[in-house]
């Protein structure tokens, strides 16, 4: 029933409203103005609903990984690099990419964040990398790789874009965890450490304009599409620890 239906039945007429003794004149105010009230809440309530039921599920937080499997996971050249243990991916061993090969978004990811939980044990190097694909071997050719390092004789630090945009101070310590969120927008790449902003890069229109920094000749394929995510087992003596894996679309 709309505000006016409610308020024409409940509310007296002017013939009516005249007949009534003065004292109580002023209650049939408070009780006019309290419908009124209550027909704005309902209609304000009716809004977020719709509101809420419009938004694609794929713009909530969704997991990537359920802490005790690797379902939805898929190694390249080296498989023993990574295992499950107390609710993480252990990562350590020789050079491995994990793909992401899980159903949430069929694996494709266009503009999106990823949040992840990271703990590098000292002198450890590994990487998150996006807009990437399966591969059998070696590093991966495209997109690009999120440094994961804090005390690695690497001087290329955590939240840089390797060899693109990169970071040389350490944002974390070893032995610690932190949260490491990657968020991509159209041509703009930004990651964060605890919520603290590290990098901010736009990549041009056409990668190789002249702004554009210098790419080694492996590292051509490093330009943002779509693809998935993967986590790098660098070396056998870096041990780089991933939890909490999960990622929203952005509209």
């Known amino acids: 029933m709309s505000e006016v239906a409610m308020s024409t039945m409940l509310t007296p007429t002017a013939a009516s409203y005249r007949t009534l003794p003065a004292l109580r004149r002023p209650v049939w105010r408070t009780y006019r103005m309290y419908i009124r009230l209550l027909g704005a809440c309902l209609l304000a309530l009716a809004i977020c609903m ?29 498989p023993g690099s990574f295992e499950v243990r107390d609710g993480a991916i252990v990562v350590r061993g020789p050079r491995s990419h994990l793909f992401y090969v899980g159903a949430v978004q069929r694996h494709d990811f266009r503009d999106f964040e990823l ?44 939240g840089g874009l390797y060899a693109i945009e990169d970071n040389y101070q350490a944002p974390a310590k070893d032995d610690v965890w932190f949260t ?32 554009q920094p210098e ?37």
Request: cysteine-free; aromatic content about 8%; hydrophobic content about 30%.
């Open 50 to 78: 719709n509101a809420h039921a419009a938004k694609p599920k794929g713009y909530n937080w969704q997991p990537l990984f359920d802490g005790k499997t690797l379902d939805g996971w898929r190694a390249s050249e080296a």
């Open 115 to 158: 949040q992840l939980e990271v703990m590098t044990k000292p002198g450890a190097n590994s990487g998150v990398y996006i807009h990437t694909a399966w591969q059998d071997e070696g590093w991966p050719a495209k997109g690009y790789e999120v440094q994961v390092n804090n005390s690695q004789s690497d001087p290329k630090r955590t």
């Open 180 to 211: 490491l969120r990657i968020r991509v927008e159209g041509r703009r790449i930004r990651t964060f450490v605890d919520d603290k902003p590290i990098v901010d890069y736009t990549q041009p229109e056409q990668p190789e304009q002249p702004e």
């Open 215 to 251: 790419r080694p000749a492996d590292m051509s394929g490093r330009v943002l599409s779509s693809g998935t995510f993967a986590l790098q087992a660098h070396d056998p003596d870096s041990e780089v620890r991933y939890r909490n894996i999960k990622v929203r679309l952005l509209p």
